[in-house]
Nanobody, 119 residues
Framework: HVQLVESGGGSVQAGGSLKLSCVVS???????LGWFRQAPGKEREGVAVHNSYAAHYANSVKGRFTISRDNAKNSVYLQMNSLQPEDAGMYYC????????????????WGQGTQVTVS
């Protein structure tokens, strides 16, 4: 049974930073873990993924966001810098077999989400 629990969302001014954390259970080191986001009225967007070997990012966040993964702690993180209003939305931690699917916003499992607001 896969469970993902996010934390770390909040409100920040444009240009600020936030770090999201996600504790994962029921996955293995080969499971792709990542983050996607959804803003009101917009489609779900894959943000960053990590397959225990490499990270991949959506073009919209490259150079600003960093995903990291600690398999020993069953956790995945998303450091978000230089946040802009267009980054606001609900951020979901996600798990799936293929990172390419997670980057397209398609996951086998996801958490309840954590809200990010940028003003």
């Amino acid at each position: 049974h896969v469970q993902l629990v996010e934390s770390g969302g909040g409100s920040v001014q444009a240009g600020g930073s936030l770090k999201l954390s996600c504790v994962v259970s029921g996955t293995t080191a080969s499971t792709c873990l990542g983050w996607f986001r959804q803003a009101p009225g917009k489609e779900r967007e894959g943000v960053a993924v990590h397959n225990s070997y490499a990270a991949h990012y959506a073009n919209s966040v490259k150079g600003r966001f960093t995903i990291s993964r600690d398999n020993a702690k069953n956790s995945v993180y998303l450091q978000m810098n230089s946040l802009q209003p267009e980054d606001a939305g609900m951020y979901y931690c996600a798990a799936g077999r293929l990172c390419v699917d997670l980057l397209r916003g398609r996951a086998d499992h996801w958490g309840q989400g954590t809200q990010v607001t940028v003003s």
